[in-house]
């Protein structure tokens, strides 16, 4: 006997196929069993849902953000507008940095405050699983205060959050690149870690952030602690730290619009996930896209996510980033579809548990208002109708109107 059944669905498997006439059974808040519809098995639940054929994916995950933040950078839009580049904003002390005041500045309340309406509209999207990046502290008080709000949201919406330590995402200007890096391995990092607030650590490596020897250094120093690795790598130009990334076993490396064969072999070595961002690369008015031909050919598994940050892609939506990596990037509806599900779980660790509809899984999925998959990425700026089982329970998307469960 299972608690529910959902039956007569348009399932979704991992290779992106549609199977129709199929239905998935819940106990708990896990996925029982699988497979295709019989009048019989509708006597074997509690509770059954007829879902006339409408698609039923997992719940999606947005597996790089950087939800957490104070205020915004609408004035660096307008002066881009008038020609300036993010780089160029960057070096006259604009950027991250000026997002890092704001985040000192305000409470561990108002962040939480900022951030909720974020992942509700996330949510309302589909998104069920959010990995949360630190890295607008670059002190140990606020990357921990950042880290601290990320857990708070999982208790506040109900829904999985991953927490990643990016303290490595600009330069202080009370150090210098080198003792900063020190001072994360030495001071930030092992009290985030003691205090259970991190489940992986991420490094801007760039020109105009860290370098080489100061990734290397950190992120061995996470592999020591036990922790994930993940790369911000050749967004704006190639310095290899995607290849350094995976060498050191990196779930993911992030961007990569300027990636390198030689780092890309090494990525397919090590079964790194490429992260594409297109909501990056279409608001910096990027022009090389990431190599998407040779990812395939290198077997390289693609995921996509929204970078939801106030600088480079002031975005909740994953299904614009779909529309985009499928337009911009040119990525089929298939493999954009698995780079918000298998894909972005994989690039999370969580390969195991979500991303796919299998028995054993987690029972997050959303049945969608349509029975072509293809719609999932065709429209955007497009709210659909959706329904959000979460762990095995229908949930409300009233109950997070107010941005609290
Ligand atoms: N690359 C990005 O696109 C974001 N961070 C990073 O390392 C931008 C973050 C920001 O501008 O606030
Ligand atoms: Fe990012």
Redesign the pocket.
Known sequence: MWDKLWYNASLVDESGTQLTNHAIAVNDSKIAWVGPMEEKLIGNARKTHDCHQRVITPGLIDC?T?LVYAGNRANEFTMRLQGLTYAEIAQAGGGIKSTVKMTRLASEDELLQQALPRLCAMIKQGVTTVEV?SGYGLNACTELKMLRVAKKLENATGMRIKKTFLGAHAIPDEMDADSYIDYLCDDVLPHAYEQELVDAVDIFSESIAFNLAQTEKLLTKAVALGLAIKC?AEQLSDIGASGLAASLGALSC?HLEYISDESLQKMAMHDTVAVL?PG?YYFLKETTPPPITKMRKYGIKMALAT?C?PGSSPTTSLSLMMNMACTLFGLTVTEAYQAVTLNAAKALGLSKDIGQLKAGFHADFILWPFTDIAELCYGFGVDYDKQLIVGGTLFSLDSIDSGIK
Request: aromatic share 0%.
């Open positions: 790089h950087h990046k911000h992030d961002l990056a970078d940050n």
